[in-house]
């Protein structure tokens, strides 16, 4: 597989900012990350994508309990 790989999700466009509550995108998500359940919280986890609210610029997390792949850029 390439590792310049670009893909697409349905859910990294609507990311909720868990300080502000304010929605905004995120521009990497992992390969698997709209196949694996996921939730938001203010402390990382086992599988995390650290999102920056551009909003509030708070940080925050994307949590996976299960391994989604390796976090690539989105092709938006």
């Known amino acids: 597989m390439c590792e310049n790989v670009m893909h697409i ?3 990294a466009d609507k990311l ?3 300080h502000c ?3 905004h995108k995120t521009k990497e998500w992992p ?3 709209d196949m694996v ?3 938001y919280q203010k402390e990382p986890g086992k ?4 999102v920056t609210c551009p909003h509030c610029k ?3 997390y994307v949590v996976w309990d299960n391994n989604p ?3 690539k850029p989105l092709l938006f």
């Open 9 to 11: 999700s349905q859910f």
């Open 16 to 18: 909720i900012c868990q």
């Open 21 to 23: 509550y304010k929605t």
């Open 31 to 33: 390969l698997n990350g």
């Open 37 to 39: 359940p996921f939730y």
């Open 47 to 50: 599988y995390t994508l650290k």
């Open 58 to 60: 708070k940080d925050w």
């Open 69 to 71: 792949g390796p976090i």
